[in-house]
């Protein structure tokens, strides 16, 4: 059997290398627009005498928001004196797992994509490759659905605990006094929003893309053979 590298691009043209490569621009757009993501919520004070104050709540990723000061030191904000303040919360677990599992498909479908178009003689010509593409794949649909849940899950809490009703719940002192304190100026989280999109989108081409791995393998093709009348030549009727 020749193992050699062979460049053969036909492969993109079928369902199996097209998928992968598509699988491989949405792994990018998944990572990308989550792992480089950073924001800041303006929060206005309204300290009840005519004055205000302003405070940021600046977050990024992977979103350790218990170790984001909301205040620094202790101050003095509306004449009460307030300890150093931080943001409640921490998604640094759901995202780090999903920009992961982004990365794992990112590079798997890099290596697919490889064997596809300069070894797919020596894929076809063996059992393991098509069988070992197949548990892969379907391993990786799976994570897809768990990691862009549990994302999809953080980043709410991540909106929790940055709108008004969380950044309120954290200042302790606004409690019992006539301090009122709104989020004035939100961060677009469009791209997260997208992110999860694209988990999910990922979730489903890699599920699609596993019944084409599948055809590939010595499972489907003993399904076939075994079929009644698989095996029966047409005899020509009598004329």
């Not at 990024?60 to 307030?82: A, K």
């Not at 010595?218 to 047409?234: D, L, V």
């Amino acid at each position: 059997m020749m193992t050699g590298f062979r460049l053969n691009l036909s492969p993109l043209k079928e369902p199996l290398g097209f998928v992968k490569l598509v699988e491989w621009l949405t792994a990018i757009f998944a990572f990308g627009s989550c792992g480089g993501y950073s924001g800041r919520n303006v929060v206005s004070l309204f300290c009840g005498d005519g004055r205000n104050e302003t405070l940021n709540a600046n977050f990024h990723y992977p979103f350790r928001l218990s170790q984001v000061s909301l205040i620094e030191g202790n101050t003095t904000i509306c004449n009460h004196s307030v300890a150093t303040t931080h943001l409640v919360g921490d998604s640094a677990s759901s995202a780090e797992f999903f920009v992961g599992i982004a990365t794992v498909c990112f590079l798997y479908s890099m290596v697919a994509l490889l064997v596809y178009l300069g070894y797919m003689h020596v894929y076809k010509d063996s059992d393991f490759g098509p069988i070992f593409d197949f548990v892969i794949t379907a391993i990786l649909v799976f994570l897809w659905l768990v990691c862009s849940s549990a994302w999809a899950k953080g980043l709410q809490n991540v909106k929790d605990a940055t709108d008004t009703e969380g950044i309120s719940a954290t200042l302790a002192f606004l409690k019992g006094s006539n301090v009122t304190c709104e989020v004035t100026e939100y961060a677009s989280v469009r791209t997260l929003n997208i992110s999860v999109v694209f988990g999910y989108l990922n979730m489903f081409i890699w599920a699609g893309n596993a019944w084409f791995v599948y055809k590939e393998t010595r499972w489907h093709s003993q399904k076939i053979s075994s079929q009644p009348g698989s095996g029966r030549q047409q005899v020509p009727a009598p004329i």
